[in-house]
């Protein structure tokens, strides 16, 4: 079902329609399992992040969500109302949900939705994360997508951790990769994919990882980071300021993005900060998306933001 049949708004969509694709991995042959669905993605605060999904929220029956911090009203009262099966890290500001403690964060954002509309980004349901912050959302409309979450949901109340049931699929055309952190090694997916790209744009809240720093010390790439955390003794921000072009956000809030774009094709996103503690630490998610239409999307985001930062 199109969201824009759920929410009367306009929507972006991938819905090209292809067969399975094989890819050769070393001497394996992968295949990809194909499905027909939707991505849509939004940028907060322009796009009322709060107001998108509430409004999803509204036509689901079956919701569970794991969320590092709730506290937009509209939001909770909904996930109240509905019932909805809610994971908050202990840290939340919200006294609603199951409150996790982990030696790091449970700092996912996330939720599954009738079993196939699957929620994420870089967007907290707070006033912050929805009037102040620049965040993204995605939302998915894909039952492999979903079944991943909900893997990965009744995981985090288990506290067991399992590979991703389905890492790459196709939907409607476009190939989508997801993964959990610290199991699926998202630190190294990331940084392979980096070192394969020729122009990389990124938008970083926090970013400490050496390894994903040395796959961008290569002339094309640029990057915001937020100016909170670019002073930081662990940041990247010194030592790649001395090779690529860098920028500091403006935003007297915060530049909340963990987002990559690949050569205006490619777009890595989700929860994690490309930290050791996001990467190997904290639970979190990563969504990589193959296509150019959603690419032009944060490439825009990304052109809004660097034209308000300074150098």
């Known amino acids: 079902m199109g969201l824009n049949k759920w929410l009367g708004i306009a929507l972006v969509s991938t819905m090209v329609l292809f ?14 399992p194909y499905e027909e669905g939707s991505i849509d993605v939004f940028f907060c605060p322009r ?28 939001i909770e009262d909904k996930l109240r109302d509905k019932g909805a099966d809610v994971i908050t890290d202990i840290r939340s500001h919200s006294d609603y949900g199951l409150k996790l403690s982990r030696p790091g964060y449970m700092h996912n954002k996330f939720c599954i939705l009738n079993n196939h509309i699957t929620i994420t980004g870089s967007f907290n349901p707070t006033e912050n994360g929805d009037k ?19 893997d990965e949901f009744y995981e985090l109340k288990s506290k067991k951790q399992t590979r991703t049931r389905y890492p ?30 020729v122009y990389v744009r990124f938008m970083t809240f926090s970013f400490t990882s050496e390894k994903i720093g040395d796959a961008l010390l290569v ?3 640029k990057g915001v980071f937020e ?3 670019a002073g930081s003794q662990y940041s990247q921000y010194s030592r790649l300021n001395s090779f690529i072009d860098l920028r500091k956000d403006t935003n007297p809030n915060m530049m909340h993005h963990k987002v990559f774009i690949l050569d205006n094709q490619t777009v ?20 990589i998306i193959h296509d150019p239409e959603i690419a032009k999307h944060y490439m825009a985001e990304f052109d809004l933001i660097w034209g308000q930062s300074l150098e």
């Open 227 to 229: 100016k909170s955390q």
């Open 47 to 74: 796009d009322g992040c709060g107001h998108i999904l509430g409004g999803l929220l509204d036509q689901a029956s079956d919701i569970e969500c794991a969320l590092f911090d709730l506290g937009l009203e509209n």
């Open 132 to 150: 102040k912050n620049n965040n993204n959302l995605l939302v998915i409309d894909s039952r492999m997508i979903a079944q991943n979450y909900l």
């Open 268 to 287: 890595i996103t989700g929860s994690t900060n490309p930290t050791q503690s996001g990467f190997h630490k904290n639970d979190e998610n990563v969504v």
């Open 168 to 197: 790459k699929i196709n939907l409607s055309g476009t190939i989508i990769e997801n993964y959990f952190c610290p199991e699926d090694d998202c630190e190294g997916r990331i940084h392979d994919l980096l070192l394969s790209a």
């Open 19 to 32: 067969s399975i694709v094989d890819l050769s991995v070393g001497d394996e042959i992968q295949t990809i």
């Open 219 to 221: 002339p094309d790439s």
